[in-house]
């Protein structure tokens, strides 16, 4: 495997840009493939089984670009499909689930983790599994906020309604002494201010996107696939992709990146 | 072409079967095949090609089930894919925005009509110009409002946040003088109590479903297409399509309608 290859990063539609974002900031020498599947955003509830079948597609896609290694940056399809598409792939594949099940058993000292996601993640119990698998006394209280992606998209930022819809969901969490609480869904880290205000001070929110960037550069040097080339600029290193209209894909884009990135390229999923 | 046909109808998810209700009390001895897109819900904001090449799909799929006619349930396909569909078609098809802008011009007196709709339906100003080609006159007032979808999915229909949310949206309205308000989404119907209570009884609200099940009717009538056979069961009638998670399908479906329903039927969207 070339050591230049680009990493392929997905997720169901922009937010995932959120990670690629981190993985940019961490380690700024390789280069990224980025596929953001907008047209058939969101994944949040959906079944396992068209889950698995769109990310297989999007690998799919990403392997023709000559990616040397897979970062699952959705919530959702890393809970329903990367344990059995890690076992299909002949290159790594990570996904934010795990690393943010990793960071949040090193921060709690209670032993209480708290988890909010789409409901598609919650209902697959992945956060549990993975935090059982590290430390089997660890207790994980998962709780599903379908209304903040949503919310997110309308923009409703600092907004008395989204504190309301918020103080509704965690007021559960906030009864079951958690000391420590995974936002499972990149959208989730924008609400980030309100959230911290409702649990308070004595509770550690974990941002899987971090830790994400940290196990992928432990695993590129591991496997000796580290990108050994400089390169000059951004419109070199980077490279975005979507299934539906471009152009509002690029808006969001060059509003979160420290760069204007080069104009998304639309593709047609179905055909991989 | 057999009379006995069904009739197709499709909408971007379960919503659409409001339509496919009051087709089934209006036109009590027709057959329908009905197809929700599940797996790519939703459509309000994605781009028009998109929508046209779902819409196709489904169309292609739907005439191996040898339907006579079709009805696009879905405000978003209705107002993006209907007039470009309409040219390819040899069958009849039509679709709820018109149903519902020749309802609104013949309930407004002062010629000013709002609509609510998701943002592919407002921004591609297809109520406007429908509205315009059957009375020059009437001004058209449109307003996106993408949190209704939502706060309706999380059973939040009579909730003081969705009051607050719909206050918010329909504020704009309100100073517009209007004295008629398509509710352009099919999940709207659901949140008339709210919306009444915030437009006054000046307001007259259209649901277009109403209309297209008349405008059904009169078509079937016109081509010679009506159904001549009489039917004993719903489960010879009506038959259920999805493009994701059929069970899910099943049981809100069973919880709107005056029967219950045979089991959905998963297919696979893509190979059509």
């Known amino acids: 495997m070339d050591n230049n290859a680009p990493i392929g990063v997905f997720d169901s539609g922009v937010s ?33 089984q068209t889950i698995l079948k769109f990310s297989r597609q999007i690998i799919r896609f990403l392997k023709t670009e000559g990616v040397k290694a897979i970062v699952i940056a959705c919530n959702t399809a890393s809970a329903l499909a990367l344990d059995d598409i890690e076992k299909e792939l002949d290159i790594p594949i990570i996904g934010v689930v795990r690393s943010g099940a990793s960071m949040a058993a090193k921060a709690t000292k209670n032993k209480r983790v708290g988890i909010i996601a789409t409901e598609g993640t919650i209902n697959s119990n992945i956060y549990k599994d993975y935090l059982s698998s590290i430390d089997s006394e660890i ?14 998209e309308e923009g409703m930022i600092d907004d008395p309604v989204t504190k309301e819809i918020a103080t509704r969901y965690l007021n559960y969490l906030r009864n079951e002494n958690i000391d420590t609480l995974i936002l499972g869904c990149t959208h989730y880290p924008l609400l980030r201010n309100t959230i911290k205000e409702i649990m ?14 940290v196990e992928l550069k432990t695993l590129l040097k591991e496997k000796n696939l580290a990108n050994i080339k400089e390169y000059e600029s951004a419109s070199v290193m980077y490279k975005f992709y979507v299934s539906d209209a471009a152009e509002k894909f690029s808006r969001f884009a060059n509003s979160i990146m420290p760069f204007d990135i080069m104009p998304a390229q639309q ?6």
Chains 1, 2 share one sequence.
């Open 16 to 48: 995932g840009l959120t990670v690629a974002r981190e993985i940019m900031r961490q380690i700024p020498n390789e280069r990224i493939v980025y596929f953001g599947d907008t047209a058939r955003v969101p994944y949040g509830s959906k079944s396992k």
């Open 267 to 272: 593709i047609n999923i179905d055909e991989y």
């Open 200 to 213: 308070g001070d004595g509770v550690t929110l974990v941002n899987p996107a971090y830790e994400t960037a």
């Open 139 to 152: 207790t994980v209280i998962g709780k599903a906020c379908p209304l903040f992606v949503p919310l997110v």
